[in-house]
């Protein structure tokens, strides 16, 4: 069936470092990526999306790029911060926006 | 301000009770869903519901069943609940191909 890989599934960084979360999906009719910051004990919330007619979108600290001749889209965070701290879903979801299929989730720790 | 409330934050269940999860949104969005999360596994999709009365199977509906009624309310029911249903469900409303609006979850522990 159709999936989403999403890697690395746990990544450390430095205050102040970079961050970067890549997905991949397999079904070539989707066409919206949104991206989910769920903190601890609460509920996902969207932080940024991008639709298949761009290439790439920002943020203030957050980009998400999007190819999807490789199928292939990643999460940026720059200038991290300690609030940063969460897990991370990519999702892709198909034209009707019914199937939306997530990836397993990044868990992000940012070291102050 | 947008909200999605589920009706409980916790339950405990003996195996082969009936179990009702259920859901209210008051953003008047056409699509629930309900999903279940797991460790290491992401979101699944058990059911979503785009219509009062209509409802589609997800990617792991065997176990589950909804219902919804009235388009504000969606229902997620076990019907003889497993240890193996153990898990934090989330139900989530949506309008089009848009961002989904998460309820807080209700961790489900079956015993």
């Known amino acids: 069936g159709e999936n989403v890989e999403q890697h690395p599934s746990t990544l450390s960084v430095q205050e102040g470092d970079s961050a970067v979360i890549k997905c991949t999906y397999s079904?070539?009719?989707?066409?919206?990526f949104p991206w989910y910051k769920q903190e601890l004990g609460k509920r996902p919330q969207l932080i940024i999306d991008?639709?298949?007619?761009?290439g790439e979108k920002k943020d203030q600290r957050i980009a998400v790029t999007l190819n999807k001749t490789a199928k292939h889209f990643s999460l940026h965070i720059t200038e991290t911060q300690p609030e940063d701290s969460a897990v991370y879903f990519c999702?892709?979801?198909?034209?009707?926006?019914?199937?939306?299929?997530f990836g397993a989730g990044t868990r992000l720790f940012v070291k102050a | 301000d947008v909200k999605v409330t589920q009706s409980s934050r916790y339950l405990v269940k003996r195996t082969g009770e009936k179990v009702f999860l259920e859901c209210v949104q008051d953003?008047?969005?056409?699509?629930m869903f309900w999903y279940r999360q797991d460790p290491g596994l992401g979101l699944r999709l058990i059911y979503f519901?785009?219509?009062?009365?209509?409802?589609e199977k997800g990617d792991i509906p065997e176990g589950y069943s909804v219902s919804r009624e009235k388009k504000e309310r969606f229902s997620l029911i076990l019907e003889s609940a497993s240890t193996n249903q153990t898990s934090m469900y989330l139900c989530?409303?949506?309008?089009?191909?848009?961002?989904?609006?998460f309820g807080p979850g209700t961790r489900l522990t079956v015993l």
């Open positions: 953003m008047d969005h056409e699509n």
């Open positions: 999702a892709a979801s198909d034209a009707g926006g019914f199937k939306t299929i």
């Open positions: 519901s785009y219509d009062v009365k209509m409802k």
């Open positions: 991008i639709r298949s007619n761009v």
């Open positions: 989530a409303s949506t309008t089009s191909v848009h961002e989904q609006f």
């Open positions: 079904d070539s009719a989707s066409n919206y």
